[in-house]
Antibody, heavy 126, light 105 residues
Framework: EVQLVESGGGLVQPGGSLRLSCSAS????????MDWVRQAPGKGLEWIGRIRNKVNKYTTEYAASVRGRFTISRDDSKNSIYMQMNSLKSEDTAVYFCARIKLEQRYYYYYSMDVWGQGTTVTVSS | DIQMTQSPSSLVASVGDRVTITCRAS??????LNWYQQKPGKVPKLLIY???SLQSGVPSRFRGSGSGTLFTLTINNLQPEDFASYYCQRSYSTLFGQGTRLEIK
């Protein structure tokens, strides 16, 4: 079964740090780009960032709202990605999802998030 | 920066109805547009990718169309399980629309 499982969420004070993990199973993890998406309480989906695969040098990109504070990494030997979150703010309070990127190659490349984890909750509060 | 505007923000419909949700990009995004469904307390689910391709396992009553700046998600013959929130997503330089909450009349 294709599955993503996030962990590492919790309560943290403003200015603190947290490291989220996402463990994958049931597919060739190392082939895939992976994304992080969050959803604040009662709000919509917000894309956080992406890490590409080894072929694409594990390059990353981030949303402006987290750039410089969050860092995404991966360990293909453990079928996992991670997100180190520093300098946390109250507005970072959300459910954090990891998602697998499905890549469809036509004339161009088309990306979509076809497998999602159940999410892990991060609460930033004093 | 290319903005994504989704409308309406909420929609009330009945079982059996046809509904259309629109997503507009401020500049052309080719067909780099996906649609997701999210039920309350659940994980988002990919419905449509590359503007009009139906994700495996998704019922054919879901239809995506459009290119450039205007995209639509049409749901024919609404079923009880379709009442949920729907999000468009620009798939390069990723950005989600604000979402549409589809509620039952």
């Amino acid at each position: 079964e294709v599955q993503l499982v996030e962990s590492g969420g919790g309560l943290v004070q403003p200015g603190g740090s947290l490291r989220l993990s996402c463990s994958a199973s049931g597919f060739a993890f190392s082939d895939h780009y992976m994304d992080w998406v969050r959803q604040a309480p009662g709000k919509g989906l917000e894309w956080i960032g992406r890490i590409r695969n080894k072929v694409n040098k594990y390059t990353t990109e981030y949303a402006a709202s987290v750039r410089g504070r969050f860092t995404i990494s991966r360990d293909d030997s453990k079928n996992s990605i991670y997100m180190q979150m520093n300098s946390l703010k109250s507005e970072d309070t959300a459910v954090y999802f990891c998602a697998r990127i499905k890549l469809e190659q036509r004339y161009y490349y088309y990306y979509s998030m076809d497998v999602w984890g159940q999410g892990t909750t991060v609460t930033v509060s004093s | 920066d290319i903005q994504m505007t989704q409308s309406p923000s909420s929609l009330v419909a009945s079982v059996g109805d046809r509904v259309t949700i629109t997503c507009r990009a401020s500049q052309s995004i080719n067909i780099y547009l996906n649609w997701y469904q999210q039920k309350p307390g659940k994980v988002p689910k990919l419905l449509i990718y590359a503007a009009s391709s139906l994700q495996s396992g998704v019922p054919s009553r879901f239809r995506g169309s459009g290119s450039g700046t205007l995209f639509t998600l049409t749901i024919n013959n609404l079923q009880p399980e379709d009442f949920a929130s729907y999000y468009c997503q620009r798939s390069y330089s990723t950005l989600f629309g604000q979402g549409t909450r589809l509620e039952i009349k």
